[in-house]
Nanobody
């Protein structure tokens, strides 16, 4: 059974940073591209970052490009998202995803 468990969400001030983590299990993690998606309050899902199975290719939504960095550690079955220069509009639930399968998410709140 695929399991994705996110952590690292918090309340931070605008301009701050966070690092989200996702522990993956139940599948061959190193064989799959992974992504982070988010859902702002009252809005739909937005894919914010994608990474290839080997970690050698990444892609970002325009809204986060230059501020967020996706990475992975295949030896540890871990996916990460570094969030810098956070803005109030980055507030939302952040999910680690393998295709259509998502974890339960971690809440990021940006507020002064």
């Amino acid at each position: 059974e695929v399991q994705l468990v996110e952590s690292g969400g918090d309340l931070v001030q605008p301009g701050g940073s966070l690092r989200l983590s996702c522990a993956a299990s139940g599948f061959a993690f190193s064989s799959y591209g992974m992504m982070w998606v988010r859902q702002a309050p009252g809005k739909g899902l937005e894919t914010v970052a994608i990474i290839s199975s080997a970690g050698d290719w990444t892609s970002y939504a325009g809204s986060v490009k230059g501020r967020f960095t996706i990475s992975r550690d295949n030896a540890k079955n871990m996916l990460y998202l570094q969030l810098n220069s956070l803005r109030t509009e980055d507030t939302g639930m952040y999910y680690c995803a393998k295709g259509a399968i998502r974890g339960k998410g971690t809440l990021v709140t940006i507020s002064s």
